[in-house]
Each structure stands twice: as C-alpha cells, then as structure tokens.
C-alpha cells in the first residue's frame, strides 16, 4: 500500500478529491488501484484560512510494485500492517495467568492471553459497565459515592468515562494491532485515518463489553467487585494472589491497577515491592463556549460543516516547570472523578458527537520526584491533600470549587456563570483556587494562563470558568521492572499500564498491557 501526503484541499472538497489528487501526484492510473482510503485527514488553520489535508491510502492491483514509487519520497510511502505473532514458550504454567484491572492495559493483555490459550482470570474491582454506569449517574444525581464503582474504577478502567483518545506520542507497531481490535469491536471507523482519533465514551462502553466477552469466549473469567488484596510470595517469588473470595494459585500476575489504585500501591508497599515516586501535574478544568474556540482556531471559516470540532494544546515553560494543557475535549464536559471519600477530583469527558456547549481541558502544571524527595507515599499524600482541600472549599457534597479564568490571575475569587455554563455535575462553589495550591504551583499556572491568551485568543475572556481541582493526570508512582517487564521486587509479576507508571493515555496502557501479555506468553505453555 501506498501512502501520499500532504494533499491540501480546499474546505469544500472531499474524499473523492482527495483520491484523485493523490493518483495525479504519483501518476496512477485509476484501473491500476485495487482500493482506496483516507489514511489520515487533519486540518491547517494557520493563516485564517484553514484547509483539509489528507494522506491518502492506494492499494495497488499489481502487488509488489509498490518500490518503484520510492523516488517520490518523503511525499509518498509504502505502508505495510506490522506483523505481530507470538508464540508460546514451553516451560508448563501451572495455573491461568492473573490479571489484576480491566483498564486499558489490563483489558488487551487479557484478550492476548485468552487468544493465546492460557484462560485468564481478572480480577476488577469494580462492577460490571451497566452497573457502573448506574453508580456514576448514582454519584452524579445524589452524590453517593460507591469507592470502587465510579468514574476511576470499573470495566473498562478510567479511560472508559473520559473522550476516548487514542492519540499517543508512542511510535509503536502495536497501536495498529489495537486500532484494528478496536474497530473489530465496533469503534467508529474514523478511529482508523483521524489525526486526533477519539471513540467517545458513549460508543466505547459497547466496544470494551464486546472485547469482555471475546476474552470469555475463548475461556477467560473476569471477576468484577473482586479487588486484588494481598500477595503470597514464597522465595522471591509469587505463590499466589489474594482476594476477598480467597486465594487464588498463581505463577504469573500481570498488574494493571490503573492510576487511582492507592489502596493496592500501599498493599504492594507491604509486600516488599520498591514504589518510586515519579512526574505528574496538578491543576484544573478550563471551559470556555466551543464556538469561541473555533472561532479563535479557524477565523471566518469557523462553523464550517467540513471542519472537525475545535481541538487545542498549549504549553509553556515557567522557571523550571511547565504549564500545559491535557485531555482537551471538544464539545463535553467536567466531570465528577472522586474515588475516596471526602475528597473532590475533576476530569474531563465528551461524547462521540462532540456536540455539548463547552469546551473543556486540563490547565496543569509539573511537579516531580523532586517536589517530594523521591518518596512516592509523599506523592500519593499530596494528591490526597489537594482533593480534600478541593472538597472543603465546594462546601461538602462533591460539589467542586470554581471561579472564572480572570478572577484566578487577579486572585480574586469569584465566580460569574452567565455565558460560560459549568458542567460539572455536582455543583461548583465560588473559590480563590490559588489557595489551595502551593504558592509557586499557582503562580506557575497564573503565568501559563496568560501566555495561552498569546496563543489562543481569548483564553483568558472574563467568562471561562476554572474548575478544581484536577489532580489524577497520571500516576504518581513507577514499580521497577527489569528489560523483560517483570518485576525486579517478585519474579512472576509483570507491572504494566499507567498505574505502574509506564504509560499516558488508553492507547499507551493497552499497547503496554499487550507487552507484559507477550512476554508472559513467550516464557509459558497454557496451564492443562
């Protein structure tokens, strides 16, 4: 397959256009072609007037022939899937593979397995999606809030209740392998050539009980409401794997808690396994009106029917640390993120349509190991502090603390909500949000802030509204692993996903739980 790029459209134009501009540039007869497709479609604002650019795929009908187009380099390349195959090792398991979360990671090295042969058993903490789906709205409606059934924990894991992203800054092989799972299962079929793709988290709900239910197929067992509790270790090595049921026999743990797992990193602390402290950020949620930002991003072609909803990412340096911008969504809404008692959390959300009033984003600012002597416990202590801040300062009920853009870089503390309408679902409460952060965290952000007003116009308007506080944007903590991903703590657990600290985001998490999966694969044969 063939890939060209960089065809600039007009807004105007469509896929069809795109093709034939493609087939003009490489000199293509069109009965020469088996297929066609639009490999990825972007959008070039720069200079007010914003066209399409695509790259666009053509199957030849004479394989192999693809070489002799090399010479049109860099705009043109040969395109082939990478090949993913793993074959069994033969040192026998004696008992099925555990995998401990069913985020991300846990979710496709469990598929792995179970395609394997090796019968996985999961244990999720939280419920099944249906059930919560019924606590998040629970949680939303009254403010009862369920510790392991809610926006971080349950099937599908955090990323679940969030945009669906699968942007990633990974160069891996194997995020074409869960792309392809993905839409097997039913993700929309955009996901395949978007340049910013995203499932949503209406449509991703089904496509994760669909890969549940291929993984039980093939004889895997997800145990939902059963939380990882202990570890048996016998001479450095693990025995088995505890769980309110009981015990369960295990040679190979995969480990994928998820960031939010505070309970199982201090139960791992326990067991003698090394926790390190590693970079997060800390902040808020921004909202502004969608509009304003397309109109800031696309000028007088804003509201054209052929230019994707709004997206934006800013950052910039302040002394030593960085401000930025994550987990941007179009068109969607904060929401309510707690997962322990007492304490408030924001993130953000949107659904595939990307059709709601607001825009909304993370506004967060770096600490490191640092910031905490390297000690991981102080790390997940601090996160801790600043959500029970945030829940005092919304005056009890999850409620959020709030107050407009202009107010936090006055220090002001106060909130308008006429044209900007918050969305978070529990209610916001007008606060100084600078008091609840370190002076120099604050100030950092109240810096960053205004040098976005420099590179998006009207980011600071008097009507965006600031929500706090966001404090989950990636785990705080690393568990060592050696060059084959286990554990250098206990040989037979294999750390993977963002809890463990080795990803960012659902499409890292599921390519690294596709590692660990492979690796245990590859030393074993699938228990009798």
């Known amino acids: 397959m063939l890939l060209v790029r960089d065809i600039r459209l007009p807004l105007a134009a469509g896929e069809q256009e795109a093709v034939a501009a493609a087939l003009k540039k490489t000199g293509l007869p069109r009965h020469g072609i088996k297929n066609t497709g639009i490999a990825k479609l972007s959008v070039d604002a720069r200079h007010g007037r914003p066209s399409l650019v695509y790259t666009v795929a053509l199957e030849l009908a004479d394989e192999g022939a693809e070489r002799s187009f090399e010479r049109f380099a860099p705009y043109v390349s040969i395109a082939a899937p990478a090949a993913f195959t793993v074959h069994n090792g033969t040192r026998p398991l004696a008992h099925s593979p555990v995998v401990c979360g069913f985020g991300p990671a846990g979710l496709f090295a469990a598929l792995l397995l179970a395609r394997q042969g090796f019968r996985p058993i999961v244990l999720e903490r939280g419920p099944a999606m249906e059930q919560r789906a019924q606590a998040v709205e629970r949680f939303n409606a009254a403010g009862l809030l369920d510790e392991n059934a809610n926006i971080q ?103 994928a808690p998820g960031h939010s797992a505070r309970d199982t990193f201090e139960m791992l602390d326990g067991a003698g396994f090394t926790l390190q402290a590693k ?54 809404s904060v929401v309510a993120a707690a997962s322990e008692t007492g304490r408030a959390v924001t993130n953000g959300m949107s659904l595939h349509a990307r059709d709601g009033e607001n825009a909304n984003a993370a506004v967060v600012v770096s600490v490191n190991e640092a910031d905490f002597g390297g000690d991981a416990r102080r790390a997940i202590a601090f996160q801790r502090e600043l959500e029970t801040k945030a829940y005092a300062a919304g005056g009890g009920g999850y409620a959020a603390p709030a107050e407009n853009v202009r107010s936090f870089l006055e220090g002001a503390g106060t909130l308008h909500t006429g044209v900007v309408k918050p969305t978070y679902p529990r209610g916001v409460t007008a606060c100084d949000l600078g008091s609840l952060l370190p002076g120099e965290l604050t100030g950092a952000l109240r810096a960053g802030l205004s040098a976005f007003e420099r590179k998006l116009r009207g980011y600071t308007a008097p009507e965006a509204v600031l929500t706090g506080l966001e404090t989950r944007t990636s785990s705080p903590v690393r568990l060592p692993r050696d060059e084959n991903g286990e554990s250098t703590d206990v040989r037979g657990v294999w750390p993977c996903g963002e809890g463990p600290g080795y990803a960012g985001g659902i499409m890292s998490a599921a390519v690294d739980g596709l590692r660990a999966a492979a690796r245990v694969a590859q030393n074993f044969s699938p228990a009798p």
């Not at 679940?160 to 992203?165: A, I, P």
């Not at 392998?177 to 709900?205: E, N, S």
């Not at 909202?287 to 800013?314: V, W």
């Open 279 to 332: 970079p997060f950020s800390v902040g808020f949620r921004a909202e502004h009106l969608q509009r304003r930002i397309e109109e800031s991003l696309y000028h007088d072609a804003a509201g054209h029917p052929a230019l994707p909803r709004g997206e934006y990412q800013l950052s910039q340096h302040v002394g030593g640390r960085c401000v930025y911008t994550f987990c941007m969504c179009p068109g969607g």
């Open 153 to 255: 924990f349950g099937e599908g894991g955090a990323g679940t209740f969030s945009d669906g992203k699968l942007t990633t800054r990974i160069n891996d092989p194997l995020c074409a392998f869960v792309t392809r799972t993905l839409l097997a299962h039913g993700a929309p079929r955009d996901i395949a050539y978007k340049q910013k793709p995203h499932i949503g988290t209406d449509a991703l709900r089904d496509v994760i009980v669909s890969i549940r239910r291929e993984v039980e197929a093939l004889g895997g067992k997800v145990l939902f409401n059963t939380p990882l509790t202990g570890l048996r270790v016998r001479d450095g090595r693990l025995a088995a794997v505890c769980t309110p049921q009981g015990e369960l026999p295990c040679g190979a743990l995969l480990l």
